[in-house]
């Protein structure tokens, strides 16, 4: 007589006569929650999902949908309830805007969004007024002309043209003025300016001049509507890169919500003009960020996204820093395999990019700071030697990185301090702190502050005592105080 059968949901004993892994209750049951969840009128309008509804891309508004469930929801869950792949939803998230209306519609009624929030209707009735009473534009104009329209209302009603969160009012004699090249090299020589500010000194420096230079001089460029084809892909590609810029300047003083809002913008900006490359810079931006707020599976998915773009684009050196943000990803969740699997892609990647002209915003991704990733992936999984070994090769780093080589040094000290090695760990700990006056950011306190954690358990020692009496003066966390 063969075992007994039990029931993977609730472990009671299955009848003979059922060749199904669950007793019927809970059969019942998995197929209830098979179904998306009735969310409240206060989920959908939530911010990140009224941007995803402003900017009519259906594969934005699942991203959104998904991250704005706690836990996180994964693409292959909701993939079973629209009937897709887990790559298709992948796809669906960064592809082109879905144009087809009763995949739209079906998609929809699964997910129970509310009518009132849709920006299309199957059949021939004209579209709803827009969610914030801006109306939206008509999807079935093909024209060339169409595409045009398209573009323009895209940034009005995903408040590009004013970049929603400073909201200035834009000079009208800036509207239909003819742009050139003289004004794209303008922004990318501003921008070049602002990065350099950024490397040495933090976010807190220049951050207000950005942000105060993109709404006043950079947004009135976007409205313009009679530029070129190819002057419009430049000045895309320019103005993503400095809210880029601003985005990180944002996460790096411990505003992660304007951070996140402009990386957004920024990525709608490199896929408005097929910019593959630009985009997957912006998807694994993103997920730094997410790594950083020690979200590895969100991390996961971003870098996947990223690693995708980094691919089309043939640059050899993004699909290494896709790999490697993906690293730090499993590494945060534990899991090894696959985080050594994606260090070993990044180490190959790197290497075969030697030669290869790269653009020159990601002129920072070099061997250093492949080794400094590497370190912070190590220090995750609990392999503090092999973090010391990396963390030692990032410091050979260029100059001008002084924010870079801050963050690299607290992660060696951690990588000495969990290795018991409080001496030399609280020397190396010393220089960064000593760094921390004239760089602003939050992230610097973050770093320092892991490595007083580190320490706790040997905070009777004197090189200790000192390094925690140095971090106070810097207003850096000590543990117990």
């Not at 075992?3 to 003979?16: D, N, Q, Y």
Request: charged share 25%; aromatic share 8%.
């Amino acid at each position: 007589m063969g075992t007994a059968r039990t029931c993977t949901g609730c472990g009671a004993r299955l009848a003979a006569d059922n060749r199904q892994p669950m007793c019927s209750p809970c059969t019942r049951r998995e197929s209830r929650r098979a179904e998306a969840p009735e969310k409240p009128e206060e989920f959908w309008r939530r911010p990140a999902l009224r941007d995803a509804f402003r900017a009519r891309h259906f594969g934005q508004v699942v991203y959104a949908y998904r991250y704005e469930h706690r836990p996180v929801l994964t693409q292959a869950r909701v993939g079973r309830w629209l009937g897709l792949t887990q790559g298709q939803v992948s796809r669906l998230e960064r592809s082109e805007p879905v144009r087809d209306l009763a995949k739209l519609d079906s998609w929809a009624r699964v997910l129970r969004i509310p009518q009132t929030y849709l920006w299309f209707q199957l059949g021939e009735q004209p579209v709803s007024a827009y969610p914030g009473g801006l109306e939206a534009p008509s999807l079935r104009d093909d024209s060339a002309e169409g595409d045009d329209v398209r573009r323009r209302d895209l940034f009005k009603v995903a408040g590009l043209t004013g970049f929603g969160w400073f909201g200035p009012s834009v000079p009208a004699a800036a509207v239909g003025r003819k742009l050139g090249a003289a004004e794209v090299a303008t922004v990318r020589e501003m921008t070049r300016t602002f990065r350099r500010l950024d490397n040495r000194f933090g976010g807190g420096h220049a951050r207000a001049t950005v942000s105060s230079y993109l709404a006043s001089d950079v947004a009135p460029m976007l409205r313009d509507v009679r530029s070129t084809d190819e002057v419009r892909s430049e000045l895309f590609g320019a103005v993503a890169e400095l809210n880029q810029l601003a985005g990180w300047m944002a996460y790096d003083v411990g505003d992660a919500d304007t951070g996140g809002k402009h990386l957004r913008q920024a990525l709608r900006l490199c896929q408005d003009v097929d910019d593959d490359a630009l985009a997957a810079e912006m998807l694994a931006g993103m997920s730094h960020q997410a790594a950083f707020f020690r979200s590895g599976a969100i991390a996961v998915d971003l870098a996947e996204a990223a690693r995708s773009n980094a691919a089309r684009s043939g640059l050899a050196a993004l699909v290494s820093e896709s790999a490697v943000m993906a690293a730090h990803g499993y590494a945060l969740q534990g899991h090894a395999r696959p985080c050594l699997d994606a260090l070993g892609e990044a180490e190959r990647a790197l290497s075969s990019a030697e030669g290869q002209d790269a653009p020159e915003w990601l002129g920072y991704f070099d061997g250093a700071y492949l080794a400094a990733k590497f370190a912070h992936c190590f220090r995750d999984l609990g392999r503090p030697v092999d973090s010391e070994v990396h963390a030692r090769r990032s410091l050979e780093m260029s100059e001008g990185y002084d924010r870079g080589k801050l963050f690299n040094l607290s992660v060696l000290a951690s990588a000495l301090a969990d290795q018991g090695r409080v001496e030399e760990a609280c020397s190396t700990a010393s220089m960064a702190v000593s760094m921390a006056g004239s760089v602003r950011s939050v992230r610097t306190v973050a770093y320092l502050a892991d490595v007083g954690r580190r320490l706790t358990r040997y905070r009777s020692a004197e090189p200790v005592r000192e390094l925690f009496s140095a971090m106070s003066a810097a207003s850096i966390p000590v543990p117990g105080r």
